[in-house]
């Protein structure tokens, strides 16, 4: 059985298609890239699969279940950590703080329990703590853990949101551009962390990207999309000499 | 030991009110300005949940102080006091230590379920649209207690004292300066709780980035009950403490301009500061005193403290900080385990 099985995923805006008959088929411990011109409804695949939007046809299943009806936070309790194109950490709360409240899907205590500071809180606290403090060690984020967010520098707040929904422990990790806006020596760091989650964590990634250089030193499969349609899909070689993806960011040349 | 030092000397300073009061060194005047303070600490403190915190706008926590006054009113008063409508008191006087504090309880209870009014649509809605809710909500309350003549409609109700006497007859001390003392340090404990567990500070999270928070596993829906119940159950508390101080309520004295002054106490104090919302009632309530000499020009001046401190500092007294944050070694004077 795979990962995330995804069939005629179809989702509308009043007139617009966003994304139109998509389907994908992603097993346990990949690595694929999804990209496409700007607008070609990436993004919005990642919204759906997430639970931000409901499909208008088709289903998701993540292990075999529908995701249909699901809240985003439900979904997310079922392995589904991702990154947001613009960085959406909550910048009034220290590193550490970001990293423990992505955990509240299993805290594992009441309302109650954190009132009366049971032996039960202590422990869970203690456990949420312990899973934030090895996550910013071996992410090298440990210098930061007592800071804000929006007084680090951007390449240092990307590592931060990674961190943040790997504290998730997702079976399926979704990266919306993460290389956005970094420059070259960051590009390289966040490669060779990509590469290091893949290597250490039993975890899916699936990430939108534009910098080929992130797509084809990482990725073994690629899948691309224009206005909603998916146009190709398969090993970057294949995708480098597609004539139809070439077309797709190039443009015809017959006017 | 040297932990425990910040809630041995908070008792110590209760244990120290009381017993100036009892020894009447403290007159009657300065003991209901201080019972005051510790009702207005509830009120600010409770509100920031929402309001600091969450970063929501109520400006209805009148309404839900009026829910918990009206409700533990009816039951102490139904309990240990002769009303013409409701009859002899059921129980005898010396049951009024199990029984006041259970109807204040009963009071809290029914404010926290008045707070669903507001909670509900605050899953769908936010900023400024929920804040007319919580402003209609207070107007239903308050409309809602005017139109029932089993409490006195717009006259109000009383008995109340009845309560206090009953415990004072059995045993001779200011009582409701204790409850209003321990209500106080009750609420600002479990608020405090609350928010520095990694349950409760989903509630920033929802404030600083909602989209972020309800993607990365907060349930948001389940933190805004949480958040505006407990906020209008504490409220509700505040509210049957400040009933059985003054032994009389009436609808008025919970509308909009008592939901205004509270929400000045939390900007006053600073948004996420429970230490800078206690600061802020105790101060206010002392300034209010004192300026009582200047009669109406008081409503001048202090709408114009706020003009200035909004102007110049526009995070309240203490901004999001607490005050040992600013004094870190105060931490080793207390422990929150």
């Not at chain 2, 928010?195 to 999270?205: I, R």
């Not at chain 2, 933190?223 to 403490?241: C, P, V």
Request: charged share 15%; glycine share 8%; proline share 4%.
């Amino acid at each position: 059985m795979s990962l995330l099985e995804i069939n005629g995923l179809t989702r509308r805006f009043g007139g617009l298609i966003a994304v139109n008959d998509f389907n994908i088929e992603i097993g346990e411990h990949e690595l694929v890239a999804l990209i496409g011109p700007n607008g070609a409804g990436k993004t919005t695949v990642f919204n759906l699969i997430s639970g931000f939007y409901q499909p208008s046809e088709g289903s998701i299943r993540l292990n075999g279940k529908d995701t249909k009806g699901l809240r985003p936070h439900q979904v997310t309790a079922l392995g589904v950590a991702r990154t947001f194109q613009g960085i959406r950490l909550w910048s009034e709360m220290t590193v550490l703080d970001n990293i423990r409240i992505a955990q509240h899907y299993r805290l594992g205590y009441s309302l109650l329990d954190s009132f009366l500071r049971t032996k039960n809180y202590m422990l869970r606290e203690k456990a949420i703590d312990d899973i934030a403090w090895k996550l910013l060690e071996a992410m090298d984020l440990k210098d930061c853990a007592n800071e804000l967010p929006r007084n680090l520098p951007y390449g240092v707040q990307r590592r931060v949101e990674i961190a943040r929904a790997m504290s998730v422990k997702p079976s399926l990790l979704l990266l919306d551009e993460p290389a956005a806006g970094l420059n070259s020596a960051d590009v390289e760091g966040l490669i060779k962390l990509v590469r290091w989650i893949y290597d250490t964590f039993p975890v899916t990634i699936w990430m939108i990207e534009h910098q080929m250089t992130v797509v084809m030193s990482l990725c073994s499969r690629i899948k691309v999309v224009d206005f909603g349609t998916t146009i190709a899909d398969g090993t970057p070689e294949e995708i480098q000499s597609n004539p139809t993806v070439i077309k797709a960011y190039l443009g015809d040349d017959t006017i | 030991m040297q932990k425990h030092t910040f809630t041995i000397g908070l008792f110590a300073l209760i244990a120290l009110i009381v017993a100036l009061s009892q020894l009447n060194i403290l007159d009657q005047y300065y003991t209901s300005v201080i019972m005051f303070m510790g009702v207005n600490v509830m009120l600010a403190s409770s509100l920031n949940l929402v309001n600091g915190y969450m970063g929501e706008f109520s400006c209805g926590h009148g309404g839900f102080m009026c829910v918990g006054a009206y409700v533990s009113s009816l039951c102490t008063v139904l309990m240990f006091s002769k009303n013409q409508i409701l009859g002899a008191p059921l129980l005898p006087p010396q049951l009024a230590f199990i029984g006041f504090p259970i109807a204040l309880m009963v009071g809290a209870g029914a404010a926290a379920v008045a707070g669903l009014v507001v909670a509900i649509p605050s899953f769908k809605t936010r900023g400024d649209y929920l804040a007319i809710i919580t402003l209609a909500a207070n107007y239903i309350i308050i409309s809602a207690i005017n139109n029932m003549e089993i409490v006195g409609g717009p006259r109000g109700f009383m008995g109340m004292s009845a309560t206090d006497r009953a415990m004072s007859g059995v045993i001779d001390l200011p009582w409701m300066l204790i409850f209003v003392l321990l209500g106080s340090v009750f609420t600002v404990w479990l608020l405090r709780r609350f928010v520095t567990s990694t349950l409760g500070k989903g509630v920033p999270a929802i404030c600083q980035d909602e989209i972020a928070a309800e993607i990365m596993s907060v349930d948001t829906n389940r933190m805004k009950l949480i958040a505006f119940m407990l906020s209008s159950g504490l409220a509700g508390l505040a509210g049957g403490l400040y009933a059985h101080v003054l032994g009389y309520v009436n609808p008025q004295s919970f509308d909009i301009m008592r939901s205004t002054e509270v929400m000045v106490m939390v900007y006053l104090g600073g948004m996420g500061s429970l230490s800078g919302a206690a600061i802020a009632a105790v101060s206010y309530t002392v300034l209010m005193e004192a300026l009582r000499f200047l009669d109406v020009w008081k409503w001048v001046v202090i709408p114009l403290l706020l003009i200035l401190l909004m102007q110049f500092r526009p995070e309240g007294i203490m901004g999001n900080k607490e005050l040992s944050d600013l004094f870190p070694k105060l931490r080793k004077y207390y422990s929150f385990k």
